[in-house]
């Protein structure tokens, strides 16, 4: 009986979970500020008369920025058309979700300099495709 008095309590470590919460923290607040950026480049959008406000819906979704020097934005990172197929077809195969990709365009921007990006979504078998736009007032 005198054993059972002179032993210790058992406790756990509780370090190693606190440095996964930590870092599960980090990695989050990385993550969205990243998404943020991608959304957030100052463009001038085009004005749109009709349409409905997107729901945020659980789906993997890629932006891809067309900015009025013809600079293409495939989410944070700069990418050419010739490799937009390539990489969209990357993103779909990555996800088991149906993907959507949303085009920031520029007003200024012609339609002949999105239309390869469409192809592009096309090619790599993407159909949900979504302009944003600002609402004309």
Same mark, same amino acid.
């Given at each position: ?23 599960? $923290?980090?990695?989050?607040? !990385?993550?969205?500020?990243? !998404? ?7 463009? @001038?959008? %085009? ?37 937009? @197929? ?16 949303? $085009?920031?365009?520029?007003?200024? $921007? %012609? ?14 078998? $993407? ?6 736009? !600002?609402?004309?007032?």
């Amino acid at each position: 009986m005198n054993d059972a008095r002179n032993r210790k309590p058992v406790s756990m470590n509780m370090t190693p979970m606190i440095d996964v919460v930590f870092l599960l $923290i980090i990695f989050f607040l !990385v993550s969205s500020h990243l !998404v943020q950026q991608e959304t957030q480049l100052e463009l @001038d959008l %085009p004005l749109a008369v009709t349409g409905a406000e997107a729901a945020e819906e659980g789906g993997k979704r890629v932006t891809i920025n067309l900015k009025a020097d013809g600079t293409v934005l495939l989410g944070a990172s700069e990418a050419t058309l010739e490799e937009l @197929d390539g990489r969209l077809a990357f993103e779909r195969e990555r996800t088991s979700e149906p993907l959507e990709v949303r $085009i920031r365009a520029d007003d200024g $921007i %012609p339609f002949g300099e999105v239309k390869p990006v469409l192809v592009a979504c096309a090619k790599a078998g $993407i159909w949900d495709v979504r302009f944003a736009v !600002v609402e004309e007032k």
